[in-house]
């Protein structure tokens, strides 16, 4: 069964909050109008943010679209993403990402609506 593309869609009280939360973690609006509703992409990732409009985050999936995953070289490493996101006044809620070290880490941060997000470098 091929379900298509998939996304999150999250439930947001604050759309203006959450997409400047976004955008410091490098998503750009790419849909939506703006003021219930906005698509937001990173790359391959996409993120939809609606006001009002749902309850709960919800798990999407577009048949019809395509999204692919494979390891890709020249990524920005978990240590600078955190040094990154600090800079930008984004807290840290937890990390493993000692400077010294390179390879697997992972950091942990929440949204404006408590929902948590993490980066986990596998390599």
């Given at each position: 069964?091929?379900?298509?593309?998939?996304?999150?869609?999250?439930?947001?009280?604050?759309?203006?909050?959450?997409?400047?939360?976004?955008?410091?973690?490098?998503?750009?609006a790419v849909?939506?109008?703006?003021e219930?509703?906005?698509?937001?992409?990173?790359?391959?990732?996409?993120?939809?943010?609606?006001?009002?409009?749902?309850?709960?985050?919800?798990?999407?999936?577009?048949?019809?679209?395509?999204?692919?995953?494979?390891?890709?070289?020249g990524?920005?490493?978990?240590?600078?993403?955190r040094?990154?996101l600090?800079?930008?006044?984004?807290?840290?809620?937890?990390?493993?990402?000692?400077?010294?070290?390179?390879?697997?880490a992972?950091?942990?941060?929440?949204?404006?609506?408590?929902?948590?997000?993490m980066?986990?470098?596998?390599?």
């Amino acid at each position: 069964m091929d379900l298509g593309a998939f996304s999150v869609s999250l439930a947001v009280k604050d759309l203006q909050a959450s997409l400047a939360f976004y955008s410091k973690l490098g998503f750009e609006a790419v849909g939506g109008d703006g003021e219930a509703w906005t698509i937001l992409a990173n790359g391959s990732t996409v993120i939809g943010l609606f006001q009002g409009m749902f309850e709960n985050n919800i798990l999407t999936f577009n048949p019809g679209w395509v999204g692919v995953g494979q390891e890709v070289d020249g990524f920005t490493d978990v240590r600078q993403l955190r040094a990154s996101l600090e800079q930008a006044g984004v807290g840290i809620a937890s990390a493993n990402t000692d400077d010294a070290s390179e390879g697997p880490a992972h950091l942990i941060i929440a949204d404006p609506d408590g929902n948590t997000i993490m980066i986990d470098q596998h390599r």
